[in-house]
């Protein structure tokens, strides 16, 4: 999940997203990317985090060091946070976490640094395909064989830790708001987003393949608009009017579903570590979107089947 628009709905899609696709039988994890930290406390309690995770068992300790990786295996920062996986109970489904730390803001400046460390142009290359490769060669390891899906919630930036994330992801979803500046920026993030694998894939292909890392693949599953305003069943013809400019003018894909404003569910996110989608009545809308939402996105991963594990 990626904009590096701030308030846009990444966190609140990724953990419900996730706790759907948990529902349907899948076994999910997110990591969280973000030093606002705010998808782990969707999951955990503040008191639970301090007194637990925060020295030891965050992406923090993962990245920080000379390169990620390094001192810290990603496999041993693996969470399983209880209320939520409570909550699943009786499917087939789990969701674990990789939980994020405030220290993550300093730790993404100093791998920027690490960056310009080189003196020749190979070593320069080497260090930016190991660099932004580091995530993406974590999560081969066999421990994560056993997820069916990987939800990455980033920051609103477009820092070091983020472009780790995308060289990660074999699909990216951007979430949005039908606004002006929201619908304005699209075209700029998806380029830099195509720069990112761009220079990425060039670096790969210069070395001929002799060694560890592949061009990227990955593809923007699209955008996915969020909080949008429904009136008398409908959106509002002023974010019509953006989604339809998005339709039209963009080169970016934009997904049928959309996700609806609902303070109701929302407005105490995570509350009690529960996301708002396993703790809702299916009869709400906002269920009904977050299902077609999860048709969608598991459709396009060849994940539908989920539920028939
Ligand atoms: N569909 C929705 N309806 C109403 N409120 C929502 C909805 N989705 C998210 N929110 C609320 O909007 C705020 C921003 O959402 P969220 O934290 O998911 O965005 P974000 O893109 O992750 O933000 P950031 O860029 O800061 O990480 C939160 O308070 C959240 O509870
Ligand atoms: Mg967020």
């Known amino acids: 999940m990626m904009n590096y628009k701030g308030g846009v709905g990444k966190t609140t899609l990724t953990a419900n997203l996730g706790a759907v696709a948990a529902s349907r039988g899948l076994r999910v994890l997110l990591i969280d990317l ?6 782990t406390f969707s999951f955990f ?10 020295d030891e068992g965050t992406i923090k300790q993962w990245y920080e ?3 990620p990786g ?6 041993d920062l693996v969470l399983t946070p209880g209320p939520v996986n409570k909550a699943l ?18 730790i993404d400046l100093e791998l920027a640094a690490l960056l310009g460390g080189t003196t020749t142009l190979n070593a320069s290359k080497r260090r930016f395909l190991d660099l932004h490769g580091c995530l993406r060669r974590a999560l081969e390891d066999e421990h994560f064989g056993q997820y069916d899906l990987v939800l990455l919630d980033c920051a609103p930036n477009f820092g ?6 995308i060289v990660a992801s074999e699909h990216v979803l951007v979430p949005a708001k039908a606004d002006y500046l929201s619908t304005l920026g699209l075209d700029y993030l998806v380029g830099n987003c195509d720069e990112l694998k761009q220079q990425f894939n060039d670096f790969v292909d210069h070395r001929g393949g002799s060694d560890d890392h592949r061009p990227i693949t990955s593809e923007f599953l699209g955008v996915v608009f969020t909080m949008v305003q429904i009136y008398s069943q409908q959106v509002t ?5 953006y989604i339809d400019q998005v339709h039209l003018n963009s080169r970016v894909p934009v997904l049928k579903s959309k996700i609806r404003n609902s303070t109701r569910h929302f407005g105490s996110s995570g509350e009690g570590g529960v996301p708002a ?4 009545t299916s009869k709400d809308e906002v269920v009904r979107e977050f299902d077609e939402l999860a048709d969608e996105v598991l459709g396009a991963l060849a994940l539908s089947s989920g539920g028939d594990r």
């Open 34 to 39: 973000d030093p606002q930290t705010n998808l």
């Open 45 to 54: 309690s503040i008191d639970e985090w301090q007194d637990r995770i925060k």
């Open 65 to 67: 060091g000379e390169m």
């Open 70 to 75: 390094r001192n810290i295996s990603l496999a």
């Open 89 to 106: 109970g009786g499917t087939t489904g789990k969701l674990d976490l990789i939980s994020s730390h405030l220290g993550l803001i300093n």
């Open 160 to 165: 070091l830790v983020t472009k780790t994330a």
């Open 237 to 241: 013809a002023a974010q019509q009017t």
């Open 277 to 280: 989608m396993l703790r809702a």
